[in-house]
T-cell receptor
Framework: AQTVTQSQPEMSVQEAETVTLSCTYDTSESDYYLFWYKQPPSRQMILVIRQEAYKQQNATENRFSVNFQKAAKSFSLKISDSQLGDAAMYFCAYRTPSGYALNFGKGTSLLVTP | DAGVIQSPRHEVTEMGQEVTLRCKPISGHDYLFWYRQTMMRGLELLIYFNNNVPIDDSGMPEDRFSAKMPNASFSTLKIQPSEPRDSAVYFC??????????FGQGTRLTVV
């Protein structure tokens, strides 16, 4: 079974600064997908960014980017120019191409201070 | 499309009562998932369907839980009888082969 580990239960960042959230995973598959989801206090699960394992280039979405290290099975999320609205729980998730269900990490709570 | 729609948003019930959670997936999506979120266990997959057929129900905690998908636009998750340890947020999500999973806003269930 694939496992996803987020070792930082809580993180804090000042507004306009940069923060990196860590995620590692365990798999024997060579092809898979990785995701970061954001869950604000509203409870809605919002996709932030996705990465296909076969792509060497790291995914970026505006202020959000990932550092994907396939050999190390590491998938960290970098948030640049942090904003108050970025405060939320962030979940790392994994799935294989044939298995459509997501395996989630336990989440990292991000606090953004003015 | 209005996204994945779940009802109710909140449910408070007494132990032993039957609870039914409802989900309308995004039109055109052929995968539907039920997840449960708790502080202790995080987000867990309960069951998922493909083209209305249950594919993997290994996450369903026990026989008190059942899920159905009678058609492509509707699914239910039923708990009978409910217990306090079932208190959690239950998410429905849908996807297709080409898209990531889109989640509903969840149902917060409290069993007292």
């Amino acid at each position: 079974a694939q496992t996803v580990t987020q070792s930082q239960p809580e993180m804090s960042v000042q507004e306009a600064e940069t923060v990196t959230l860590s995620c590692t995973y365990d798999t024997s598959e060579s092809d898979y997908y990785l995701f970061w989801y954001k869950q604000p206090p509203s409870r809605q699960m919002i996709l932030v960014i996705r990465q296909e394992a076969y792509k060497q280039q790291n995914a970026t979405e505006n202020r959000f980017s990932v550092n994907f290290q396939k050999a190390a099975k590491s998938f960290s999320l970098k948030i640049s120019d942090s904003q108050l609205g970025d405060a939320a729980m962030y979940f790392c998730a994994y799935r294989t191409p044939s298995g459509y269900a997501l395996n989630f990490g336990k989440g990292t709570s991000l606090l953004v201070t003015p | 499309d209005a996204g994945v729609i779940q009802s109710p948003r909140h449910e408070v019930t007494e132990m032993g009562q039957e609870v039914t959670l409802r989900c309308k997936p995004i039109s055109g999506h052929d995968y539907l998932f039920w997840y449960r979120q708790t502080m202790m266990r995080g987000l867990e997959l309960l069951i998922y369907f493909n083209n209305n057929v249950p594919i993997d129900d290994s996450g369903m905690p026990e026989d008190r839980f059942s899920a159905k998908m009678p058609n492509a636009s509707f699914s239910t998750l039923k708990i009978q009888p409910s217990e306090p340890r079932d208190s959690a947020v239950y998410f429905c999500a849908s996807s297709s082969y080409f898209t990531e999973a889109f989640f509903g806003q969840g149902t917060r269930l409290t069993v007292v």
